[in-house]
């Protein structure tokens, strides 16, 4: 599978799901997909961190869906992660995992056990319960209702090759993704994310 | 296996029984409560084994054991967003693993986060392989601008809220440290 072909059609899927993107080529490839500056935080500093770091925003805003996207160079360093993901097991909280072998972000440097890395397994053995692989656009888009539209805490394998893009980051610096996206998680959720509340008259 | 109530119990009576104070552990919780804090990331320390029982069997935090330092950095940081306050509790050695992630994370994005830590590495620590911590701890807090604070006695404790707000208002880290004679009930 490709993986900016299965970065388009989960972004063809999205309406009003929180977003969180890991380093490098996964928040580039959703920029360029979408352009969205408000409802996704590009967290490109996320060294194997996006997962938990979505774990507390899912947990503050029940009623609100959130994918995170992770690759498996970040698997690599805290696989641990699913071990926060299950003991929290939030039923809003979607985690694909983009794993090509590689360091993608590091022009495509070998991951250790590359080839005999289970993910689905590990996940698994961690005791998560909704766990699906694709390996295919075909498998991804068949079974995306299932796994990704249902409720539940959900670990989705993406099986795609690794690729030698090397897209723009998203326009803007730290400071700006925290509060374009804060704000509209105030907005979306009532939720008070900043001390200064935003005047909406 | 016995459920997760049944273990912190049993970790909350050992760590009494080696010395540390239930009732300092209560003055932190009650305190954390009152400053806004309901989701609480933990790593053990011997020395805050009493404080991460009283935060899971009160049912005014959200308590969640993390796998690795960095992970308790990465929650209190994602749950920053959602407008929920937040608390990190581990060793002095879990934060000397968290340069990275404070730097990248919380600098970059400049999204809060609070941490309290163990004072390991003092006169009155016996253990040998915490030395390190004694010689740079609070110089590696200092080589990327971390305010700080030592709670050097129970009536001190409210200090530990005022770290948690001045992290909110300088969109920074901030560190409350907790000497071991605190957590022993004896300052």
């Known amino acids: 599978m490709k993986y900016d072909e299965a970065v388009a059609y989960i972004a063809s899927r999205w309406t009003d799901e929180l977003v969180i993107t890991s380093a490098g080529t996964s928040s580039e490839i959703w920029y360029a997909e979408t352009g969205d500056t408000e409802r996704v935080f590009y967290l490109e500093a996320s060294m ?40 929290m097991n939030l039923p809003n909280l979607t985690h694909f995992m983009v794993s090509n072998r590689v360091y993608g972000s590091t022009s495509n440097v070998p991951l250790p056990g590359r080839i005999d890395n289970d993910y689905p397994a590990i996940a698994r053995g961690f005791g998560i319960e909704r766990v699906y692989s694709f390996g295919s656009m075909n498998e991804l888009t068949a079974t995306f209702d299932e796994a990704v539209m249902e409720e539940g805490h959900t670990f989705i394998h993406l099986e795609v090759d690794p690729m030698d893009y090397r897209g723009a980051s998203p326009p803007m610096d730290g400071p700006e993704v925290k509060f374009r996206f804060g704000r509209y998680v105030e907005k979306a959720t009532g939720k008070q994310v900043f001390s200064a509340p935003l005047d909406n008259g | 296996m016995e459920d997760n109530l049944a273990a912190s119990q049993r970790s909350a009576t050992h760590a009494t029984k080696t010395g540390y104070s239930a009732e300092v552990s209560q003055e932190i919780a009650d305190v954390c409560a009152d400053a806004g804090i309901s989701l609480v990331a933990t790593l053990p320390d011997d020395w805050i084994a009493s404080t991460i029982a009283t935060f899971e069997q009160d049912d005014r935090f959200n308590h969640v ?26 060793g002095a050695s879990g934060l000397m693993t968290l340069v990275y992630a404070i730097t990248k994370i919380n600098y970059t994005y400049e999204i809060p986060i609070f941490i309290m830590i163990t004072q390991r590495g003092t006169f009155d620590d016996g253990a040998k392989f915490h030395v390190s911590n004694g010689l740079y701890l609070e110089d590696v807090i200092n080589s990327i601008d971390m305010p700080y604070t030592i709670v050097e006695s129970r009536d001190q404790i409210p200090m530990i809220g005022e770290a948690y707000h001045h992290s909110r208002k300088i969109s920074r880290a901030t560190v409350a440290v907790l000497p071991k004679k605190l957590l022993q009930g004896k300052i």
């Open chain 1, 48 to 87: 194997s961190l996006s997962s938990v770091f979505a774990c507390g925003l899912a947990e503050g805003v029940p009623d609100k869906p959130v994918w995170v996207f992770s690759g498996d160079g970040a698997f690599c360093m805290n696989p641990g992660m699913l071990q926060v993901e299950r003991q």
């Open chain 2, 65 to 90: 054991p993390v796998n690795r330092e960095e992970s308790a950095l990465g929650l209190c940081s994602g749950a920053f967003l959602s407008g929920t306050g937040s608390a990190a509790l581990m």
